[in-house]
C-alpha cells in the first residue's frame, strides 16, 4: 500500500494548494474591492456629513448645537457599526453611533493625526483597530469623522474566508477519498497479481487470477496473466512428457549398454568370460600381485581330440559337449578363481593366491570330474566320454613367460598321452 498512500499524499497536495491558492486569489481579490469601496464611501459620507452639519449649524440657533445635529445625521449616514465623531476646536469628541455599534474610545490626537487626505487606520485606547475618514469643518468650527473597526469593515472577508476554508477542506476531503477509491481499484488487481506471479515464481502453476467483467486494461492483463499459465501448464506437461520418455530411453539404453557390455566380455556358448576379458583380468592380477607379492597360477585346459569328436558326431555335439564341459569346470573352481573360455576347445583357469601346488590339486580335480563324466550329445542314446589335458604354471613377474610356461606345460601332457597334468617348472617359474 505504500503506492496508495503516495498517490493519495500527492492528490491531496496538489488539491490543497490549488484550494489555497484559488482562495488566496479570491480573499485577495475581494479585500481589494472593500478597501475600494471604503475609499470612495468613507470620504463621500464624511462630505455629506459635514455639509449637512454646516448648513444646520448655519441656519442659526434653531438648528441646534453640533453634537445634537452629529446625533441626528449617524442614524441617516453611518453604515453598520460605523460611529460619527464631532471634535471641537477645543478637542472635545462628541461621538454618535450608528445602530449596533460598539463602545469608541479614540484619543483625540489620533484624529489629529488622521486629518491627512484618504482613508486611514486608527487604534483606540482599548487597542481595537478603526478605519475612517476625517475632514475638517469650515470656519474652524473642529473636525468630523465617520470611522468603524476593521472587522466590520471587512467582515465579508472574513466570512468568506471561514466559507472557503470549509469548501476548501470538503474540496480536499472529497478529493482524497475520490483518489483513495481510484487508486483502491486499481492497485487491487495489480497487487492480486503481483501475489499470483509470485505463486508462479515458486511454482504454482495453477495460480489463476479471477477474470473481471470488464475488458479494460486490467481485465485484458488477467486474460493475458491467465492464458500465460495455460500455456505454462501444457508445456510443462510436455516437458514431463518429455522427460518421461527421455528416461524411458535411457533406461532401455543402460539396460542395453550393461546387456552389451556383458555380451562384449561373454562367450555366447558357453556363457564363461570371453578371452577378451581374460586377458583384462589378468593385467589387473598381475598388477595386484605385484604390489602385495601373493602367488599366482594358471592353468590351461585342453579337451582332448575334439576334432575327431567333431567330425563323428556334428558341430552341433561338439558345441553341446563344450557347454557341458564349461559347466562341469564353473562348478570345479572356486569363487575367486576367473574361468573363461580361451578359444575352441581350450579353457583358461586364473588362480589367485594359490601357489604351484594348489593348482595341480585343482588340475587334478577338474581332469577326475571330466574323465568320470559321460555326456548324452543330441539324439544319441549313447554316452560320450572325453578327457582334458592341462597344464599348470606359476607368475614369475613375467606376463608374457607365464603365459609361454602354461602353454608349454600343456603340450607337454598332449606328448605324454593326454588326459594328464603337467606342472611347469622349469622357465615359466621365472622370467
Known amino acids: 500500500m505504500r503506492l496508495a498512500t503516495k498517490l493519495v499524499l500527492f492528490v491531496f497536495l496538489t488539491t490543497f494548494l490549488t484550494a489555497v491558492l484559488v482562495s488566496g486569489a479570491s480573499l485577495e481579490a475581494t479585500q481589494s474591492h472593500l478597501s475600494r469601496l471604503v475609499d470612495r464611501a468613507y470620504p463621500a459620507a464624511v462630505d455629506r456629513a459635514a455639509e449637512r452639519l454646516e448648513a444646520q449649524i448655519a441656519s442659526g440657533p434653531a438648528g441646534g448645537e453640533p453634537e445634537a445635529v452629529a446625533r441626528l445625521l449617524a ?30 474610545d479614540l484619543p483625540a490626537p489620533a484624529l489629529r493625526a488622521a486629518g491627512a487626505p484618504g482613508v486611514h487606520r486608527m487604534p483606540d485606547a482599548a487597542g481595537r483597530e478603526w478605519i475612517g475618514h476625517v475632514r475638517a469643518l469650515d470656519g474652524d468650527r473642529g473636525q468630523l469623522a465617520i470611522v468603524a473597526p476593521v472587522e466590520v469593515v471587512f467582515e465579508p472577508v472574513f466570512g468568506l474566508l471561514v466559507r472557503v476554508f470549509a469548501i476548501d477542506l470538503c474540496v480536499v476531503l472529497l478529493a482524497s477519498f475520490v483518489a ?3 487508486t483502491a481499484a486499481v492497485l487491487r488487481p495489480i497487487g492480486v497479481l503481483s501475489a499470483h506471479a509470485r505463486r508462479v515464481a515458486d511454482g504454482q502453476l495453477d495460480a489463476e487470477i479471477p477474470e473481471p467483467a470488464s475488458r479494460d486494461e486490467l481485465g485484458l492483463l488477467a486474460h493475458t496473466f491467465n492464458e500465460m499459465l495455460r ?7 510436455e516437458i514431463e512428457d518429455v522427460n518421461r520418455d527421455l528416461r524411458e530411453r535411457n533406461t532401455e539404453l543402460q539396460q542395453a549398454k550393461e546387456v ?3 555380451l562384449s566380455i561373454t562367450d555366447g556358448l558357453t556363457k ?9 583380468h589378468l593385467s589387473r592380477e598381475i598388477r595386484r600381485v605385484a604390489r602385495s607379492g601373493e602367488p599366482l597360477s594358471m592353468l590351461l585346459v585342453d579337451l582332448d581330440d575334439f576334432k575327431q569328436l567333431n567330425d563323428r558326431l556334428g558341430h552341433a555335439a561338439g558345441d553341446e559337449l563344450l557347454a557341458s564341459i564349461a559347466q562341469i569346470l564353473n562348478q570345479s573352481v572356486r569363487s575367486t578363481d576367473l574361468l573363461a573360455r580361451y578359444g575352441g576347445e581350450e579353457f583358461v583357469v586364473l588362480t589367485p593366491d594359490t601357489d604351484l601346488g594348489g593348482a595341480q590339486l585343482l588340475a587334478e580335480k577338474i581332469r577326475t570330474t571330466v574323465t568320470e563324466s559321460s555326456f548324452i550329445l543330441e539324439e544319441s542314446l549313447r554316452p560320450v566320454r572325453v578327457n582334458v589335458s592341462i597344464g599348470v604354471a606359476r607368475f614369475a613377474g613375467n606376463r608374457k613367460a607365464f603365459f609361454n610356461a602354461a ?7 598332449k606328448d605324454l598321452g593326454k588326459n594328464c597334468v603337467v606342472v611347469d617348472e622349469g622357465e615359466g617359474s621365472s622370467s
Open 231 to 237: 500455456r505454462l501448464r501444457q508445456q510443462q506437461a
Open 75 to 104: 442614524h441617516e449616514l453611518l453604515p453598520p457599526g460605523g460611529v460619527l465623531l464631532f471634535l471641537d476646536a477645543g478637542l472635545r469628541t462628541v461621538a454618535a453611533s450608528a445602530p449596533g455599534a460598539v463602545a469608541i
Open 180 to 182: 483513495l477509491r481510484v
Open 272 to 280: 564363461l568370460h570371453n578371452h577378451r576379458f581374460f586377458q583384462d
Open 407 to 413: 602353454d608349454r606345460a600343456l603340450y607337454r601332457a
Open 260 to 262: 552389451f557390455e556383458q
